[in-house]
């Protein structure tokens, strides 16, 4: 990854832990940026134009939390949280918030960088708004058309079957909650229903999966949600 010039905020008040991630983040060739506080973050963030932003959810002057939510308000940047908050409802509470991924302290160098490496090929490899065509294993998918193919041939996907690649596969590598993807696919008052996803994606997995036990693809984030993991360009 030493050849992509990515720009990183790190906010962070933890001085050892900021000098670990920007070492880390350095040595592959990223240009970093620090913050220690939700106000200088905001400042960075609006001046920096960081291609990734890494989040620290205990910052002295606010919850990073509520500081993911303003960014939300103006930018879509990336957001991969680092935390010792490790509960399921603190990994759903910053990615309902609009956080991209979330890894637990304490973590090591490789962990951080296979998630931020998942990060910069979103933010830089982005699918252009004009594309109409997705590909991933055997799969095709023809947004225009709104054709499934698997090795040429059409396979049938249900109404939702269809919503539910389509919502995760234009947001490659970020983690979608179950709340996301009911708001998104079912509409509102579905917060309660998260076995109608299970059971959608399973039957999802079985046609688009090559081995629906060991997706590939389509990949569950245990007890928060889904992930789409795009091929590597």
């Not at 960081?50 to 919850?63: A, E, F, N, R, T």
């Not at 973590?107 to 252009?128: C, I």
């Not at 095709?140 to 709104?146: D, F, M, V, Y």
């Not at 396979?155 to 919502?167: F, Q």
Request: hydrophobic share 40%.
């Amino acid at each position: 990854m030493g050849d992509i010039h990515a720009r990183v905020l790190i906010v962070e008040d933890e001085v050892d832990i900021r000098r670990f991630v920007r070492l880390t983040l350095e040595s592959e060739g990223c240009e970093v940026f620090e913050a220690d506080s939700a106000k200088r973050a905001l400042i960075e963030a609006g001046t920096r134009r960081p291609d990734v932003i890494v989040l620290d959810l205990g910052l002295p002057d606010g919850d990073g939390v509520e500081l993911i939510r303003e960014i939300r308000t103006w930018s879509p940047v990336p957001i991969v949280v680092l935390s010792a908050r490790s509960s399921e409802g603190d990994k759903i509470l910053a990615l309902d918030a609009g956080a991209d991924d979330y890894l637990v302290k304490p973590f090591g160098a490789g962990e951080l960088m296979a998630r931020m490496r998942a990060q910069f090929r979103r933010h830089l490899h982005q699918t252009p708004s004009g594309e109409t065509e997705i590909r991933f294993g055997e799969i095709r998918l023809n947004l225009l058309n709104r054709l499934v193919e698997r090795k040429g041939e059409p396979i049938h996907l249900t109404p939702i079957e269809y919503k539910l690649l389509t919502h995760l596969t234009k947001q490659p590598d970020r983690v979608v909650t179950h709340h996301q993807l009911l708001k998104a696919v079912w509409g509102p008052g579905h917060d309660e229903d998260m076995h109608y996803v299970r059971v959608h994606m399973a039957n999802l997995r079985k046609k688009v999966e090559l081995d629906p036990s060991k997706p590939q693809h389509l990949l569950t984030e245990a007890g928060i949600g889904y992930r789409f993991v795009r091929p590597r360009r």
